[in-house]
């Protein structure tokens, strides 16, 4: 079993940045991709960015690219998410998530890839 909780989230003014951490304990070694979805009040969730513990290759949502930054610190203990340039778009609940499938590329974006979630940390983004 791996659980994982998330840290970092707040209110910030359009523009500003944050930085989000995930920590995870437990069966760490397995896991080799971790990710970060964020949900918006009434939408589905959305993939963000993932990282990859071999290579430590990162993948990252249109929406996104260019203004966040996942990275990871080892051993498999956590994975940061750097956020600048915030939009009032990007408020959601930010979810952690971790995998032990050898999943690359777009199969990263996809939820059902992970099997391990965070219980989610709120951001707000004023206008």
């Known amino acids: 079993q791996v659980q994982l909780v998330e840290s970092g989230g707040g209110l910030v003014q359009a523009g500003g940045s944050l930085r989000l951490s995930c920590a995870a304990s437990?069966?760490?070694?397995?896991?080799?991709?971790m990710g970060w979805f964020r949900q918006a009040p009434g939408k589905g969730r959305e993939f963000v960015a993932a990282?990859?513990?071999?290579?430590?290759?990162?993948y990252y949502a249109d929406s996104v690219r260019g203004r966040f930054t996942i990275s990871g610190d080892n051993p498999k203990n956590t994975v940061s998410l750097q956020m600048n340039s915030l939009k009032p778009e990007d408020t959601a609940v930010y979810y952690c998530?971790?995998?032990?499938?050898?999943?690359?590329?777009?199969?990263?974006?996809?939820?059902?890839?992970?099997?391990?979630w965070g219980q989610g940390t709120q951001v707000t983004v004023s206008s």
């Open positions: 437990g069966r760490t070694f397995s896991i080799n991709a």
């Open positions: 990282f990859g513990w071999t290579g430590g290759f990162t």
């Open positions: 998530a971790a995998t032990q499938a050898w999943a690359i590329g777009s199969a990263l974006a996809t939820d059902l890839t992970y099997g391990y």
